[in-house]
């Protein structure tokens, strides 16, 4: 069977990754609106409701604004902003989070893809909170290392352009603390209160790895690496895009270095567990175009679709 996909913002860095990973399936007929049409209400309104699958790679408003326009009740949307991911009435785009969250992107018309920093937050903190190992009032904190795709065109010419130093150390942002990723941080992980979460934008292109410290006599139970590196392995079990990496393994580093971007081009997330009986971190890495972005929404759409749910990704 053939789908009829459209991509509205398809410009855009996410919206051109689609693209790419969409363009060489034989199951997928790509719906083209033409550039002076882009903007044109009506115009997109035919391409959205002409869609099997629609996807929607705009800010939060402009997102809003495409859904309204969407009356076909068989046309799927999945939006890859912020707009929709804490509400109840759409399916979260993370088939791995928790049992039935597949059948939910399955059946559901209406999926949000998480963000990137969520992605791999919610990949190491979720399992953990479902077991009952971390309390919902744990206090969690994290940072995440990013490359510089992640903040859209403008900083990818920035960063790219060259002849500015300051851009060649790693630099924090969001220091109000008011990241746009933390209300489903803290929704989707079952937590009665966000994070504590600072990202970093780092002199690569792409690559994200998200790192949460844990004090195990903090937690509801006392928890080795080891072990949560097995609840890890239970959570996820039988998952093709999940990696749970061996606790203690020399493999796990490159001389000693973590490196943030050996996921890169593919759509998985590995899983790290560092560090001893008294002090823990938790990493998660992923590709934030891939897996925390658009390998994501084409993952969605394989499992609502009823495709192959690696057609088009790797692993």
Known sequence: ???????????????????????????????????????????????????????????????????????????????????????????YGLPELTRGQREKIRTSKRIAVPGCHASAFLMAVRPLVEAGVMQADYPVSAFSLTGYSGGGKQMIAEFEAGGNPKLDSPRPYSLGLAHKHLPEMRVQAGLAQAPIFNPI????????????????????????????????????????????????????????????????????????????AERIVLMARLDNLGKGAAGAAVQCMNVHVGADEATGLSA
């Open 1 to 91: 069977m053939v789908f009829k996909v459209f991509v509205d913002g398809q410009e855009g860095t996410t919206g051109l990754r689609l693209l790419d990973y969409l363009s060489g399936r034989s199951d997928v007929e790509l719906l083209r609106i033409a550039d002076d049409k882009r903007k044109d209400p009506a115009e997109r309104a035919r391409f959205l409701n002409a869609a099997d699958v629609a996807f929607l790679c705009l800010p939060d408003v402009a997102s809003r604004e495409a859904v309204a326009l969407v009356t076909n009740p068989d046309t799927c949307v999945i939006d890859a902003s912020t707009a929709f991911r804490t509400t109840d009435s759409w399916a």
């Open 201 to 276: 934008v780092g002199n690569f292109l792409k690559g994200l790895a998200v790192t949460v410290p844990v004090y195990p006599d903090r937690l509801a139970r006392k928890v080795t690496p080891e072990q949560i590196a097995d609840l890890y392995r239970k959570h996820y079990e039988g998952e093709q895009f999940v990696r749970v990496m061996p606790v203690g393994d020399e493999a796990n580093l490159d001389g000693g270095f973590f490196d943030v971007q050996a996921s890169n081009d593919t759509n998985r997330v590995d899983l790290f567990v560092f560090g001893s």
